[in-house]
């Protein structure tokens, strides 16, 4: 794991061989959580406002938010995502472009950047250059919500550790590991019949990413446990992060009755 070559980290599209396969993979996980919190963060933004989903992927996200109607748009560094994701949606309003360069300026009220993009960025650096492009491409006062996994997940979850799963009538065999020296995770996804490919995440450190965010010109509005909705302890295994630019001290009122809402459907999935 030390030895990923530079040209590597600096264009992990990890997921481009498994893109076509991507949403059958993927068709347990839970896109409503998402959707529910990014549509309760309206409550934040201006009428109208104008969205991104930065790191959109086969653009999930965007077709559940198509039922309220909003002007949004989606980014990708991996167009074979995007081409896979045209395939369910031949007119998905997409396009080719890196998170750390993102081609905007001021033109966005809301960028969410959802399901661990954040960690395909494969050192600090690179988180800085994201979230400063992200607070470039934001209009003043506008608002982001991005989430990352944590070392715990990868700890508990996928280091040393190989299985088999059945998803969306595909078999696919996954295979991680962990360096905590330079805290990137490697998981082997092998679909069955189909290609074999190695995703690499880095596990940034809640403090890195708060220091990135500081420098980048962004304010922190508010930072939750996913699970939960509450401050995050230190077995979080994926944390949301709500950042401002500019305006903070009304998002952070308005973000309240957010909360609010937000812990009341995670506890209705819970009981
Ligand atoms: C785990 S996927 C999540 C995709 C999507 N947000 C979803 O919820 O299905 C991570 C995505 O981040 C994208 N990505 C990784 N590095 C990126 C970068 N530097 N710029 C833009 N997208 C990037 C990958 O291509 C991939 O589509």
Same mark, same amino acid.
């Given at each position: 794991?030390?030895?990923?070559?530079?040209?590597?980290?600096?264009?992990?599209?990890?997921?481009?061989?498994?893109?076509?396969?991507?949403?059958?993979?993927?068709?347990?996980?839970?896109?409503?959580?998402?959707?529910?919190?990014?549509?309760?963060?309206?409550?934040?933004?201006?009428?109208?406002?104008?969205?991104?989903?930065?790191?959109?992927?086969?653009?999930?996200?965007?077709?559940?938010?198509?039922?309220?109607?909003?002007?949004?748009?989606?980014?990708?560094?991996?167009?074979?995502?995007?081409?896979?994701?045209?395939?369910?949606?031949?007119?998905?309003?997409?396009?080719?472009?890196?998170?750390?360069?993102?081609?905007?300026?001021?033109?966005?009220?809301?960028?969410?950047?959802?399901?661990?993009?954040?960690?395909?960025?494969?050192?600090?650096?690179?988180?800085?250059?994201?979230?400063? !492009?992200?607070?470039?491409?934001?209009?003043?006062?506008?608002?982001?919500?991005?989430?990352?996994?944590?070392?715990?997940?990868?700890?508990?979850?996928?280091?040393?550790?190989?299985?088999?799963?059945?998803?969306?009538?595909?078999?696919?065999?996954? !295979?991680?590991?962990?360096?905590?020296?330079?805290?990137?995770?490697?998981?082997?996804?092998?679909?069955?019949?189909?290609?074999?490919?190695?995703?690499?995440?880095?596990?940034?450190?809640?403090?890195?990413?708060?220091?990135?965010?500081?420098?980048?010109?962004?304010?922190?509005?508010?930072?939750?446990?996913?699970?939960?909705?509450?401050?995050?302890?230190?077995?979080?295994?994926?944390?949301?992060?709500?950042?401002?630019?500019?305006?903070?001290?009304?998002?952070?009122?308005?973000?309240?009755?957010?909360?609010?809402?937000?812990?009341?459907?995670?506890?209705?999935?819970?009981?």
């Amino acid at each position: 794991l030390a030895r990923i070559g530079l040209k590597e980290r600096r264009r992990n599209d990890s997921l481009g061989e498994l893109a076509a396969y991507y949403d059958k993979i993927m068709s347990r996980v839970d896109y409503e959580r998402w959707s529910m919190i990014t549509t309760a963060m309206a409550g934040l933004l201006p009428k109208p406002f104008v969205h991104l989903d930065a790191g959109c992927g086969t653009g999930r996200l965007l077709r559940t938010l198509e039922r309220y109607g909003w002007k949004t748009f989606g980014v990708d560094l991996s167009s074979e995502m995007l081409r896979a994701g045209r395939k369910w949606k031949p007119k998905l309003s997409v396009a080719a472009a890196d998170l750390r360069a993102l081609p905007f300026h001021s033109r966005f009220d809301f960028i969410t950047c959802l399901f661990d993009s954040i960690n395909f960025l494969l050192d600090p650096v690179d988180l800085h250059k994201a979230l400063k !492009s992200c607070a470039n491409a934001l209009k003043p006062g506008g608002v982001m919500y991005f989430d990352i996994v944590t070392e715990q997940m990868v700890v508990q979850h996928y280091a040393d550790q190989t299985w088999t799963e059945r998803q969306g009538g595909l078999n696919t065999t996954w !295979s991680g590991q962990y360096d905590e020296k330079s805290r990137i995770a490697r998981t082997v996804v092998t679909v069955k019949n189909g290609p074999s490919c190695s995703i690499l995440e880095r596990m940034h450190q809640r403090d890195e990413v708060e220091d990135a965010i500081a420098r980048s010109g962004l304010e922190l509005v508010g930072v939750y446990d996913a699970e939960l909705w509450r401050k995050p302890a230190k077995r979080a295994l994926r944390i949301d992060f709500i950042v401002s630019k500019g305006n903070v001290k009304a998002h952070r009122k308005a973000l309240r009755s957010v909360e609010s809402s937000v812990r009341a459907y995670l506890g209705q999935r819970t009981a």
